[in-house]
């Protein structure tokens, strides 16, 4: 009986981790397939008079105050496509370090455009949701690294929000890896939270919260 028990436990767990490396694969895979032919590779490809929408990360390590090796690309690209007169106006969102210290860079690179923080864009969804609320009839421009911005339209394209993306670099050094690493499994959750709601994280209404950059 105890053998029997043994056997059946160890088939039952490895059943389960391989339901669970199906499940991860195959949204991966179902997350980029919203990438395929949206990422543009200059700034003509995006409709004039979008909103750009810039997804936040950090400036700098949490814990060693090094570069994060992602924000840099970030914003040499949101000048790019800034710079080219393809957007009416940016929108820097993330936390509200996020997205004042992305304004603030943008200004500082020239950027003469409207600025808008959104202070309450904590995850991609959130970002998403919010901008659907403030931006429902326009077509929408995501800019980051190319395996965050599909995930960007695939959630996008479940809001019935209308948006391609412009892709900065992929970043500087293993701290950009380790993003890329993140990304991979922040795609399961993606899925997840389609599957139960896609909740905002904040409890501020989607449409409220953003402030014009001064």
């Not at 009416?88 to 304004?103: C, N, Y």
């Not at 609320?133 to 209308?162: I, N, T």
């Not at 795609?187 to 409890?203: E, I, M, Q, Y």
Request: aromatic share 10%; net charge positive; with cysteine.
């Amino acid at each position: 009986m105890v053998v029997f028990m043994s056997r059946w436990l160890k088939r039952t767990v490895a059943v389960l981790i391989t339901l669970l490396g199906v499940f991860c694969i195959g949204s991966n895979l179902w997350v980029w397939s919203a990438g395929w032919g949206r990422l543009a590779r200059s700034p003509v490809e995006v409709p004039v008079g979008s909103v750009m929408v810039l997804l936040g990360t950090n400036e700098f390590d949490e814990s060693t105050g090094q570069s994060s090796g992602t924000f840099r690309p970030r914003i040499d690209a949101a000048v790019e496509l800034a710079r080219s007169g393809r957007v009416k106006l940016v929108v820097t969102s993330g936390t509200d370090i996020h997205a004042r210290s992305m304004a603030t860079q943008l200004r500082a690179q020239g950027v003469t455009c409207p600025i808008v923080e959104d202070p309450f864009g904590w995850r991609t969804l959130d970002s998403v949701l919010r901008a659907k609320a403030y931006y429902p009839d326009d077509h929408v421009v995501f800019v980051s690294q190319g395996w965050h911005c599909v995930r960007a339209l695939w959630l996008a394209d479940h809001e019935k929000l209308g948006a391609t993306a412009y892709p900065a670099a992929f970043g500087d050094g293993w701290r950009a890896y380790r993003s890329w690493v993140r990304d991979c499994f922040a795609k399961p959750k993606a899925v997840l939270d389609r599957l139960f709601g896609n909740r905002l994280t904040s409890s501020m209404p989607a449409n409220q919260g953003n402030l014009p950059h001064r």
